[in-house]
């Protein structure tokens, strides 16, 4: 079945394409009744906007492309919001879409928005994606004139804007914070060993031990490829066989099983078992006992990268103007799963 144009719309009603296209776009210029009637065909004839058209004749749709790996990670779920909330306050509409982790799915989101239907893309890449080492799909976006802001999982090898955390400082400085409150053994759980972020936050875990003189017992790095159900029965053989008395995690949800685990096998904490979580989630402000958190500032994150996108597009001179990489710094948040320093 052929497309329904705007021209189709204005032969129907014997008047001008700018008619019809004013009267779509609710514009005072044309009467009420002449709206109506034209809104109406349009809906029952599943008439759709040519967004190709629309771009090049207006430049802009004033619309942002939004790809987020998992928006069951709270962490997504916060710069998201911060995404969105400047997108509103400049006038910009947005569309967002899941990879979920899937090179696939990103690669075709990439190729459906890039129709003309959005002006510029914000994204963290999919662990398919980082696993592939193929990122020939951002390449050919940038290399047609849309920018693209990366936050937190970023290709170095690709020239465009990206916000990031500081990961390897603060893995470094949660030891720091650690060792003050007299813990030695302290283990290090990822679920992310794969993407470039978990390997930071190791090399910070690492490089902490290395500041107070502390061995690296490798028993203590526990690096988790499996469904979240799974993490307790992984970790109960690891905390009855090693001599454990923090924990540093990646994830919410691996810090969550690590303190059910330590209170079964009869761990007391805060008093002799701490543990700290990077994300400071909905999950660690309901965890019981409360948990101390390493905030990543998601929100900050997405307002950074929805600033840098819309300030790029809105500048003349965007082209000319170096990309750069924002580091968004983190703070620890304290609460009761780590014992206070005094």
């Given at each position: 079945m052929k497309r329904l144009t705007i021209k189709d719309i204005a032969k129907e009603f014997n008047v001008s394409i700018s008619t019809?296209?004013?009267?779509?776009?609710?514009?005072?210029?044309?009467?009420?009744?002449?709206?109506?009637?034209?809104?109406?065909?349009?809906?029952?004839?599943?008439?759709?906007?040519?967004?190709?058209?629309?771009?090049?004749?207006?430049?802009?749709?004033?619309?942002?492309?939004?790809?987020?790996?998992?928006?069951?990670?709270?962490?997504f779920a916060q710069v998201f919001n911060g995404i969105e909330k400047v997108a509103n306050e400049r006038g910009y509409k947005i569309i967002?879409?899941?990879?979920?982790?899937?090179?696939?799915?990103?690669?075709?989101?990439?190729?459906?928005?890039?129709?003309?239907?959005?002006?510029?893309?914000?994204?963290?890449?999919?662990?398919?994606?980082?696993?592939?080492?193929?990122?020939?799909?951002?390449?050919?976006?940038?290399?047609?004139?849309?920018?693209?802001?990366?936050?937190?999982?970023?290709a170095e090898s690709i020239n465009c804007d990206k916000v990031v955390t500081d990961n390897f400082d603060s893995a470094r400085s949660t030891v720091n914070y650690l060792v003050k409150s007299n813990h030695k053994n302290i283990a290090f759980i990822s679920t992310i060993s794969n993407l470039e972020i978990g390997r930071r936050r190791q090399l910070g875990y690492l490089k902490g031990l290395e500041d107070h003189n502390i061995k690296v017992n490798k028993n203590l790095i526990i690096n988790i490829n499996d469904n979240y159900k799974n993490y307790e029965k992984i970790l109960e053989p690891i905390l009855k066989d090693n001599a454990i008395d923090s924990v540093i995690a990646t994830d919410e949800s691996s810090a969550i099983a690590a303190m059910k685990v330590a209170i079964k096998q009869g761990y007391k904490i805060p008093e002799n078992f701490s543990v700290i979580s990077f994300s400071n989630g909905i999950l660690a402000r309901h965890s019981s006992p409360k948990m101390t958190t390493v905030s990543q500032h998601g929100e900050t994150m997405g307002a950074t990268a929805a600033k840098i996108l819309i300030n790029r597009l809105e500048s003349k001179a965007s082209k000319k103007e170096e990309h750069k990489t924002i580091v968004v710094k983190t703070d620890l948040v304290e609460r009761n799963s780590t014992k206070k320093i005094l």
């Open positions: 019809v296209s004013k009267a779509l776009n609710d514009s005072y210029e044309i009467s009420v009744s002449t709206k109506e009637k034209i809104k109406k065909y349009a809906k029952e004839n599943n008439y759709k906007p040519n967004f190709n058209a629309l771009s090049l004749k207006n430049k802009q749709t004033k619309t942002i492309g939004i790809i987020i790996p998992n928006m069951l990670n709270y962490f967002s879409c899941i990879s979920n982790e899937s090179f696939k799915k990103e690669v075709e989101t990439i190729e459906m928005l890039s129709n003309g239907s959005i002006d510029g893309f914000i994204l963290s890449l999919a662990q398919e994606t980082i696993t592939k080492n193929n990122f020939t799909h951002f390449k050919e976006v940038l290399s047609n004139g849309t920018p693209i802001v990366m936050f937190d999982r970023v």
